[in-house]
């Protein structure tokens, strides 16, 4: 029995080349979402009257609601950003992007059935795309990091 205050193994004890690389992959794949989400809340915040093309503000609250939105983004960045610095919390932060992403796009495809939009609509495509790979590349995150902690023990 350890009586210390301080562990006596790491948290995540690695075994071969795969599980080196695997944290690392889980990092890689949550840094293109920290950089888009961080952008957003940057316009969501400075700009909001042209947050969103298409779309014009007339009243003060509707300001403050969009800077709001800005808000959210910042604080979801700040949480990225505390799971990606901690080995431990990793997971976490490929949970939150693969959910995050997973409603966004369920909530796009939702819209092109009830809206009339379409995937020909201005960037549409591209934004479906994205959202499509972000959450299967965190999911896989999810998956390696779930496999590392499970060798560890």
């Known amino acids: 029995m350890n009586t210390s205050t301080m562990n006596a193994t790491t948290p995540l004890a690695r075994t071969g080349m795969m599980w080196n690389f695997a944290p690392w992959l889980s990092r890689i794949v949550m840094l293109p979402p920290i950089a888009v989400f961080t952008l957003i809340g940057i ?3 400075t700009n909001p009257g042209h947050a969103t093309p298409g779309v014009t503000l007339n009243a003060p ?3 403050t609601d969009t800077r709001v939105l800005g808000a ?3 604080t979801m960045v700040i949480m990225l950003i505390v799971f990606l610095l901690s080995e431990n919390r990793l997971w976490l ?3 939150q992007l693969t959910v995050f992403m997973g409603v966004t796009l ?3 495809v939702f819209g092109f059935a ?3 939009t379409t995937l020909a609509m201005g960037n549409q495509r591209t934004i479906t795309i994205v959202e499509t790979v972000f959450p299967v ?3 896989l995150g999810v998956v390696l ?3 590392l902690f499970r060798k560890s023990r």
């Open 93 to 95: 932060g490929n949970v």
């Open 43 to 45: 316009r969501f915040l």
């Open 145 to 147: 990091q779930t496999r």
């Open 114 to 116: 009830n809206d009339g």
């Open 72 to 74: 959210w983004m910042v």
């Open 106 to 108: 369920a909530v796009r």
């Open 137 to 139: 590349l965190n999911a």
């Open 61 to 63: 609250k509707a300001f």
